[in-house]
């Protein structure tokens, strides 16, 4: 069975610093992609990112960057300059077979002032 | 434009009511999704239409009916339902493009929904 798991169920840091939020997975696809969801307080599900996993180099979408290790099946998430709107549940997924997404349970990540 | 629609925000329906949620998207997907959520709980994926066609069904009691009328529409019919169904409804997008493992969801903002 597919698997994610975050080990890090809150994590906290102050406005412009720099959070990692870890994830690794278990897959046997050879092909496939992971992501980074954002859930804030309104609830909505945002995708911050995404990782082809045939694709060597690592994913940036503005503040935010992967850390992609496909042979350790890990895949951090980097939160550069963090900013108080940054505050929300963090979910690592992956695709698994078809259509399926697979979620890990989930950080907290609070940003200070 | 990556937008999902849903209406309404927020339902509160007694246990013996019929009510519908309703999902859109206009940005061509041809695959749609129902997820329940609980609070602090990652979504649990209840239902799947690829070309408005029923392929996934997680095993989902009967008094949650999905319909797509249209590539664009879905609804979910709720019936008799329990004081354990509330929760937070999300409806998801995605292209149908790739392969079933390349697929990227879009998530709507979900119905919040109590039942008394």
Excluded at chain 1, 46 to 67: C, D, G, H, M, W
Aim: net charge positive; charged share 20%.
């Amino acid at each position: 069975a597919q698997t994610v798991t975050q080990s890090q169920p809150e994590m906290s840091v102050q406005e412009a610093e720099t959070v990692t939020l870890s994830c690794t997975y278990d897959t046997s696809e050879s092909n496939y992609y992971l992501f980074w969801y954002k859930q804030p307080p309104s609830r909505q599900m945002i995708l911050v990112i995404r990782q082809e996993a045939y694709k060597q180099q690592n994913a940036t979408e503005n503040r935010f960057s992967v850390n992609f290790q496909k042979a350790a099946k890990s895949f951090s998430l980097k939160i550069s300059d963090s900013q108080l709107g940054d505050t929300a549940m963090y979910f690592c997924a992956s695709n698994t077979g078809f259509q399926k997404l697979v979620f890990g349970t989930g950080t907290r990540l609070l940003v200070s002032p | 434009d990556t937008e999902v629609t849903q209406t309404p925000k927020h339902l509160v329906m007694g246990m013996t009511n019929k009510k519908s949620l309703k999902c859109e998207q206009h940005m061509g997907h041809r695959a749609m999704y129902w997820y329940k959520q609980k609070a602090k709980k990652p979504p649990e994926l209840m239902f799947v239409y690829s070309y408005e066609k029923l392929s996934i069904n997680e095993s989902v009691p009967s008094r949650f009916s999905p319909e797509c009328p249209n590539s664009s529409l879905l609804n979910l019919h709720l019936h008799a339902l329990q004081p354990e169904d509330s929760a937070l409804y999300l409806c998801a997008s995605s292209p149908l493009t790739s392969g079933g493992n390349q697929e990227t969801q879009y998530f709507g903002p979900g119905t919040r929904l109590l039942v008394l």
